[in-house]
């Protein structure tokens, strides 16, 4: 099984930006699709950016325009690039495999407040 370590969290203010790093255990070019979660205190884990091995990408409606899911293959790294950060994103975001998903890692802790 793939591991992910997720990493780039923090306390940012309204509006601020974070950029999230999650680093695989083997080459991502083999992964037909990688994608950012988050899980809300209280709430489900949901989808939140996809991207392919052909670096198609998909975003969740409600944070398209505001975040970039990107990646580099050299570094087996996937990144979310998060922009004009709400308060309603504050969660713990994942990477990890879609649409069937590995073992889940520790996530990095995203908290949006003033």
């Known amino acids: 099984q793939v591991g992910f370590v997720e990493s780039g969290g923090g306390l940012v203010q309204p509006g601020g930006s974070l950029r999230l790093s999650c680093a695989a255990s083997e080459k991502i070019t083999s992964i037909y699709k990688i994608a950012w979660y988050r899980q809300a205190p209280g709430k489900q884990r949901e989808l939140v950016a996809t991207?392919?091995?052909?670096?198609?990408?998909t975003y969740k409606y409600s944070v398209q325009g505001r975040f970039t899911i990107s990646k580099n293959n050299a570094e087996n790294t996937v990144y979310l690039q998060m922009n004009s950060l709400k308060p309603e994103d504050t969660a713990v975001y994942y990477c990890?495999?879609?649409?069937?998903?590995?073992?889940w890692g520790q996530g990095t802790q995203v908290t949006v407040s003033s």
């Open positions: 990890n495999t879609y649409p069937n998903v590995q073992s």
């Open positions: 991207i392919s091995n052909e670096s198609r990408t």
